[in-house]
Nanobody, 126 residues
Framework: QVQLVESGGGLVQAGGSLRLSCAASGRTFSSYAMGWFRQAPGKEREFVATINWSGGNTNYADSVKGRFTISRENGKNTVYLQMNSLKPEDTAVYYC???????????????????WGQGTQVTVSS
């Protein structure tokens, strides 16, 4: 079992940056691949980025590639999402999630993640 709590969201102008954090409870955090998803009003939840258990491999949605960076610190039970060059279309609630062990990495599908945080709002103004 792992519990996830996101933080770091807020309001930022287009072109700005934000860093999201996701703090995990439980001693098994380092065994989970982690992901970030987002959901805009009226839209389905979509994959943003994922990182494997060691942090040595990452994968990104095309829409954020080159602008966002996912990282993790297993000693702090935390995963991060650094978001640069933000655009209004990045506005959404951002969720971190822990991937279920039954699925191979990388996973881009929300149903393959077994644990979710409550989400943090990111709003990018034009």
């Amino acid at each position: 079992q792992v519990q996830l709590v996101e933080s770091g969201g807020g309001l930022v102008q287009a072109g700005g940056s934000l860093r999201l954090s996701c703090a995990a409870s439980g001693r098994t955090f380092s065994s989970y691949a982690m992901g970030w998803f987002r959901q805009a009003p009226g839209k389905e939840r979509e994959f943003v980025a994922t990182i494997n258990w060691s942090g040595g491999n990452t994968n990104y949605a095309d829409s954020v590639k080159g602008r966002f960076t996912i990282s993790r610190e297993n000693g702090k039970n935390t995963v991060y999402l650094q978001m640069n060059s933000l655009k209004p279309e990045d506005t959404a609630v951002y969720y971190c999630a822990a991937q279920g062990s039954s699925w191979p990495w990388p996973s881009f599908k929300a149903h393959e993640y077994g644990y979710w945080g409550q989400g943090t709002q990111v709003t990018v103004s034009s």
